[in-house]
């Protein structure tokens, strides 16, 4: 994929704002009479008996008109697409299927008083590479610092990042950063309420069923080193299951 192949179709309001085009669809108020145009229909005739009535022909001719498309006005770059989200990571883990004794209730400690931070990704498709950072807050300058984070492993190519419509992914806080880094970075906005079509979602769905969900760890810090051992470890065929893709040829 390369930057120059792409066009933007429906840019949304934070699109709008930092300059991108959107289509114009030329539109034609009824009633009102345009240059150029003529009406075409058959000539009608009505028979009763005794009378006859004959309408003069009437001839429309509408000029053929042209959406007009806005390209992105970006450089001839390699492209990369990215889906981006975040997920919160609690200390109180959360409950779900577990392997229990028959006849005996399940037990899953907690720490008594919840602790929890969030962890920001991007994964590429197809490729399965991507970047896990945990913050202490989700704010509008944490997602700015993984954004950057991610231009800086790939300086020389275009970056194209889908996000839904979260307020700290699309406030204006974030407008001069994104105007600042036009040429090598653009959002893919989400339509609203649309968490399956966000790839990454699936990750985080499979990280909870295996890292969270019904397991306590004795301090915080021992459950971020199992998320952290846990995305290193992750085979990449189950990367490519999660993003539809199946096992590889």
Same mark, same amino acid.
């Given at each position: ?30 009633? +009102?009479?345009? #240059? $150029? !145009? &003529? =009406?075409? @229909?058959? %000539? /009608? *005739? +009505?028979?009763? #008996? $005794? !009378? &006859? =009535?004959? @309408?003069? %022909? /009437? *001839? +429309?001719?509408? #000029?053929? !008109?042209?959406?007009?498309?806005? %390209? /992105?006005? +970006? ?175």
């Amino acid at each position: 994929m390369t930057s120059e192949a792409v066009e933007l179709i429906a840019p949304d309001t934070q699109l709008k704002r930092l300059g991108y085009p959107e289509i114009v669809v030329p539109w034609i108020e009824p009633g +009102i009479a345009m #240059p $150029g !145009i &003529e =009406i075409v @229909m058959p %000539r /009608i *005739e +009505i028979v009763m #008996p $005794g !009378i &006859e =009535i004959a @309408m003069p %022909r /009437i *001839e +429309i001719a509408m #000029p053929r !008109i042209a959406l007009e498309r806005s %390209r /992105i006005a +970006i450089p001839s770059r390699r492209g990369r697409l990215f889906f981006f989200d975040e997920a919160n990571v609690s200390w109180c883990p959360q409950s779900g299927r577990v392997y229990r004794l028959a006849g005996k209730e399940a037990r899953v400690d907690t720490p008594g008083q919840n602790h929890t931070e969030y962890i920001l990704g991007s994964l590429e498709y197809p490729s399965g590479e991507g970047l896990y950072e945990i913050y202490a807050h989700k704010t509008h300058r944490e997602v700015q610092a993984h954004w950057q984070h991610l231009m800086e492993m790939y300086p020389n190519e275009f970056l194209f990042v889908v996000r839904d419509n979260a307020s700290s992914h699309v406030t204006p806080e974030l407008d001069s950063f994104l105007l600042e880094h036009k040429h090598c970075f653009c959002l893919v906005p989400l339509p609203t309420y649309s968490p399956n079509l966000n790839l990454i979602e699936r990750l985080w769905h499979h990280m909870r069923d295996k890292i969270t969900r019904s397991h306590f760890y004795p301090t915080f810090k021992e459950l971020c080193e199992a998320l952290v051992k846990w995305f290193q470890t992750l085979p990449f065929e189950r990367f490519r299951s999660l993003m539809g893709l199946g096992s590889d040829p």
